[in-house]
């Protein structure tokens, strides 16, 4: 059946595919087939080219999100605690979608993925840009027998879950900025955005969700309303990254994380301390009420931001952090 989302399906390879042809594959008119193209453009801010006696064709081809490729690259262990894996073309959050089903009460190890987010949810209020077909947008819901009183780490241990994917990638500098983001020499290259219910002491919940930027059009109008300096894994590496081994990658290393706690902890924590890029570094934290300056010491055993100001030690379980710029260069 003709749909935007079984023509993209054709059209992904990159090449000229005719009006005629299309009409025939689909059993339906050429203007059917133009008006499809034409909400492809609308829907999914694509572009294409269409040449008389040719047909039509996307502007760069695409690699969609494959369940059987991911499947395929999966580690065993991994992909038999796959409980529910679900690729939407087109959502409003995959958080949003799985803190619903979490509420229905559904099992750990959901999984939801998605080509475009058109309300992605960013920490603080912000909106997480999610251009169609180009980033990874994930979203897994994980239930803890414990409380959020004892995930205070969790979202540290998903970024160093996020950092071994990219190195498996052959990313080799990665680094982490408190509470959970991935940076790549100062710029932002993904976020992590946990959302927990349940009892204080259990048990508990977590939507885990994370936006990793893999190649963000840079014309594009969401590349553009992105507020702070950004990069993506293709630019990084300098090649075409392929999004289904590497989403297999994350989804890897977070089970893998994730099963490991408790017993792991401290060696994960030990792991995000060694690429730390806040440490010894002056900074300025924003609270919901007030803005403190000072040096940020590192992280205490709860995973609270440690920053010395005013001649004393401020312990920051929450807060907005930025490096002080100029501050900072010897
Ligand atoms: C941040 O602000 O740094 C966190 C961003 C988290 C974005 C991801 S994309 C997948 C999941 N769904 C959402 O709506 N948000 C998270």
């Excluded at 695409?62 to 999966?74: A, G, M």
């Excluded at 309300?119 to 909106?127: L, P, Q």
Aim: overall charge neutral; glycine content about 10%.
């Amino acid at each position: 059946m003709l749909s935007a989302q079984s023509l993209l399906q054709i059209l992904a390879d990159g090449k000229y595919h005719s009006g005629t042809d299309l009409g025939v594959r689909f059993g339906v008119s050429r203007a059917a087939i133009g008006k499809t193209i034409h909400k492809i453009e609308q829907n999914y801010g694509l572009s294409l080219f269409a040449v008389r006696g040719k047909g039509y064709r996307l502007q760069q081809a695409l690699e969609l999100l494959d369940e059987n490729v991911i499947r395929q690259k999966l580690m065993e262990q991994t992909s038999e605690q796959l409980n529910q894996f679900e690729i939407f073309f087109d959502i409003d959050s995959t958080n949003r979608y799985l803190n619903n089903k979490s509420i229905e009460g559904a099992s750990s190890g959901y999984l939801v993925l998605a080509e475009q987010q058109t309300k992605g949810i960013g920490r603080r209020g912000r909106e997480w840009m999610s251009p169609f077909g180009s980033n990874l947008y994930l979203s897994l819901l994980w239930r803890f027998p414990y409380g959020a009183a004892q995930l205070g780490c969790l979202s540290l241990f998903i970024a160093v879950a996020i950092v071994r994917a990219l190195q498996k990638a052959g990313v080799k500098d990665a680094g982490v900025k408190w509470p959970n983001d991935i940076y790549w020499k100062n710029k932002k290259l993904a976020g992590i955005l946990l959302e927990m219910r349940g009892e204080l002491s259990g048990p508990s919940a977590v939507v885990i969700g994370i936006g990793l930027n893999i190649n963000m059009p840079a014309s594009s109008i969401e590349a553009n309303n992105i507020d702070q300096p950004w990069i993506d894994l293709q630019t990084i590496l300098g090649q075409k990254v392929e999004r289904n081994e590497f989403t297999a990658f994350v989804i890897d290393a977070l089970f893998d994380v994730l099963n490991n706690i408790p017993d792991e902890q401290n060696k994960l924590l030990k792991v995000w301390q060694q690429m730390d890029i806040l440490k010894e570094q002056n900074v300025d934290v924003i609270f919901a009420d007030k803005k403190i300056s000072g040096k940020a010491l590192g992280i205490n055993r709860d995973g609270a931001l440690i920053v010395h100001h005013d001649g004393k030690d401020i312990v920051c379980h929450s807060g907005d952090v930025s490096i002080r710029p100029g501050l900072n260069d010897d």
